[in-house]
């Protein structure tokens, strides 16, 4: 059972940084691709950003250029670095590990609430 457990969320002035952390109970270089969504109040979920094991990466256009999603394969933990964060990124923030066989992510965190206040 793969458990993958966020942290490093918080309240932030608009402008400002924070350091997402996930990390897995498992080896990350098992799992196919490592994703970061976030869900903002009535809103729906959306991804953020996606790492293959493969060493792509994308990125959801609101956030170019502004979110980097890194992984240190020896700690089993996915970051996600945001910087110049705007008030509409404020949402709660989950990890998300994609199983290949299935097609889709099926592992997730518990989320972390990250708010921008302007």
């Known amino acids: 059972q793969v458990q993958l457990v966020e942290s490093g969320g918080g309240l932030v002035q608009a402008g400002g940084s924070l350091r997402l952390s996930c990390a897995a109970s498992v080896s990350i270089t098992s799992i196919i691709a490592m994703g970061w969504y976030r869900q903002a109040p009535g809103k729906q979920r959306e991804l953020v950003a996606h790492s293959t094991t493969a060493g792509s990466t994308t990125y959801a256009d609101s956030v170019k250029g502004r979110f980097t999603i890194s992984r240190d394969n020896a700690k089993n933990t996915v970051y996600l670095q945001m910087n110049s964060l705007e008030p509409e990124d404020t949402a709660v923030y989950y990890c998300?590990?994609?199983?290949?066989?299935?097609?889709?992510?099926?592992?997730w965190g518990q989320g972390t609430q990250v708010t921008v206040s302007s």
């Open positions: 998300a590990g994609y199983d290949g066989s299935r097609r889709d992510y099926v592992y």
